[in-house]
């Protein structure tokens, strides 16, 4: 029971509520164990997310290049406030107090607040940016993640397809696999801003 409540919750996130729970009950009949039925749930919920991009994969493509576009504006004005402000900070920090002194607690709390806009650039920034594109989508608020996430993943291979690789074509398939997965986690605050906007959307 409690595998049926958790396997209709996760594909809940892909399709409507209803739906979800008729797809589960088949998968529960057909299961030949628990594993048989996540193994379901997960093809089940990957091929609903495709269906969405390969609808109008053109439209989700433009809007994801849009996504990334906006992304990396964010990106480079959070850097460049990051730099003027650390520079502000570095000099007035050597104009009024000996390095010894004070300064090295503003260098701390510079390096804190430092940290902090990165945690902002790799989380809070795509989840904005999944937020803004899935309400440009409604009804495939998830469809232009899936096309950010292929759009950005070509990008990057194109990038470093020079990358040696020693002529080993196993080598280079598993290089691009292992890089898929990292790709798509790094994609999650993404997908979690989507989906914010997408559970938004079922809800009223």
Request: proline letters at 4%.
């Amino acid at each position: 029971m409690r595998n049926a409540q958790l396997g209709e919750w996760i594909l809940s996130w892909v399709t409507s509520p209803e739906r979800a729970a008729a797809t589960v009950g088949d998968l529960l009949e057909n299961a030949s164990g628990p594993g048989t039925f996540w193994l379901g749930v997960l093809r089940t919920a990957l091929s609903l997310l495709w269906r969405e991009f390969a609808s109008d994969p053109a439209n989700m493509m433009g809007l994801a290049f849009r996504g990334l576009m906006l992304q990396l504006a964010i990106v480079v004005g959070i850097l460049l406030i990051i730099i003027i402000g650390g520079g502000f900070l570095g000099f007035f920090a050597g104009l009024f107090w000996h390095p010894a002194g004070p300064a090295a607690s503003i260098n701390l709390v510079a390096t804190a607040i430092g940290g902090l806009l990165g945690a902002g650039i790799a989380i809070l920034v795509p989840f904005q940016v999944g937020r803004w594109m899935a309400r440009r989508s409604p009804g495939r608020e998830l469809a232009p993640v899936v096309a950010f996430t292929i759009l950005t993943f070509a990008l990057v291979r194109s990038i470093g397809m020079f990358w040696d690789t020693e002529g080993n074509i196993f080598r280079f398939i598993l290089s691009l696999a292992a890089g898929l997965a990292l790709w798509i986690l790094f994609q999650i605050p993404m997908f979690v801003g989507a989906l914010w906007v997408r559970k938004k959307q079922t809800s009223r």
